[in-house]
C-alpha cells in the first residue's frame, strides 16, 4: 500500500486548503482512511476518517466544524478539505489506511501511512 500526501503549503490566517491522499497498491474497498496531523512536540492527533465502501465519516470532534473529509473512488484518492485555518492548525498532515472496524481515532489503528504534507498558517 502507498499513500501519497499533497496539497499543503503556507496559507494566511482565514484562508482554506485541500488536501489530497493518492492510494495505491491495492484495493481499498475494505479500508478506512483516515487523516492526522502533528505539529512539534505534539502527538498525532486524529482529525477524521472515511469508509471507501459507503463512504461513511468520522470526526474528531473538536475539529468538525472546519474540516471535511470525502472521497473519490475512481481516482482511488481522499480529500480533507479546511477552512477558517488558523497558526495552531500549523503541522504535518498524514494520511492513514486501517482495516480495523473502530477505534479510528487511535493512531496505532493505522497500519500504513503516508508522508505526510506540511500545512503552515500565517497569521
Known amino acids: 500500500v502507498q499513500l501519497q500526501a499533497s496539497g499543503g503549503g503556507l496559507v494566511q490566517a482565514g484562508g482554506s486548503l485541500r488536501l489530497s491522499c493518492a492510494a495505491s497498491g491495492r484495493t481499498f474497498n475494505s479500508y478506512v482512511m483516515g487523516w492526522f496531523r502533528q505539529a512539534p512536540g505534539k502527538e498525532r492527533e486524529f482529525i477524521a476518517a472515511?469508509?471507501?465502501?459507503?463512504?461513511?465519516?468520522y470526526y474528531a470532534d473538536s475539529l468538525k466544524d472546519r474540516f471535511t473529509i470525502s472521497r473519490d473512488n475512481a481516482k482511488n484518492t481522499v480529500y480533507l478539505r479546511v477552512y477558517g485555518l488558523q497558526p495552531e492548525d500549523t503541522a504535518f498532515y498524514y494520511c492513514?489506511?486501517?482495516?480495523?472496524?473502530?477505534?479510528?481515532?487511535?493512531?496505532?489503528?493505522?497500519?500504513?501511512w503516508g508522508q505526510g504534507t506540511q500545512v503552515t498558517v500565517s497569521s
Open positions: 492513514a489506511a486501517t482495516t480495523a472496524s473502530r477505534d479510528f481515532g487511535r493512531p496505532s489503528q493505522f497500519r500504513y
Open positions: 472515511i469508509r471507501w465502501s459507503g463512504g461513511s465519516t
